[in-house]
């Protein structure tokens, strides 16, 4: 595991990145029939392009990467009292430049990235197309997140970048955020899925 440091003028912004075989975080890590429920309660489901379900099955998906790079970050407010209505705040500009670097690794790496899906960057506040059985319009920057795909984030986080996801005790932001994306690609001699150019 790495950990990298920067600061901001409303934040400290901690990153982790872990490595692993795709496989064993396949099995050690993936749930998709609990957490399913979740994202069902969700007003989201079924109405974003980013979300389950899917017209396909994500295991077969993932199944053909034998690696995962994990990518965590932890957003430490400077204000402690700031209203929970402020994370989002925290959270777009970080969102925005993992979403991109997750897009360059994905072509360089040859793989598939999961971002992070709320709100779309991309569509401007527009309603998803999704929901007017209209087609994707931006296929090429959308990624579903690892939570979509049945991953246990809490688990994710703990284990493999040693971060404890915080929650909100009432009005007040947590201690701090956590955001988890990731990457899964080809090891460079994976021949049933080789790197492309």
Not at 49 to 61: E, I, S, W
Not at 111 to 116: A, E
Not at 140 to 155: H, I, N, T, W, Y
């Amino acid at each position: 595991m790495q950990k990298k440091t920067t600061n901001h003028t409303t934040c400290t912004v901690e990153r982790y990145t872990a490595e692993m075989d795709a496989a064993a975080y396949i099995d050690g890590f993936h749930n998709a029939d609990y957490f399913i429920k979740f994202c069902q309660q969700c007003g989201n489901y079924g109405r974003r392009y980013g979300c389950p379900p899917f017209d396909y099955d994500p295991l077969t998906v993932i199944e053909r990467y034998d690696k995962v790079r994990i990518i965590g970050v932890k957003i430490v407010p400077c204000d402690k009292t700031l209203p929970l209505e402020a994370a989002n705040d925290l959270m777009e500009p970080v969102t925005k430049e993992l979403n991109k670097e997750l897009l360059e690794m994905e072509k360089s790496l040859g793989g598939m990235s999961f971002g992070f899906v709320g709100s779309c960057p991309y569509c401007g506040g527009v309603p998803c197309a999704r929901i007017e059985g209209m087609p994707y319009k931006h296929p090429d920057k959308v990624r579903p997140s690892l939570e979509a795909f049945g991953f246990d984030m809490g688990k994710t986080a703990k284990e493999l970048l040693g971060l404890e996801i915080k929650w909100s005790k009432g009005l007040l932001i947590p201690e701090y955020l956590t955001l988890v994306c990731g990457i899964f690609y080809p090891s460079l001699f994976n021949a049933k899925n080789p790197v492309r150019n």
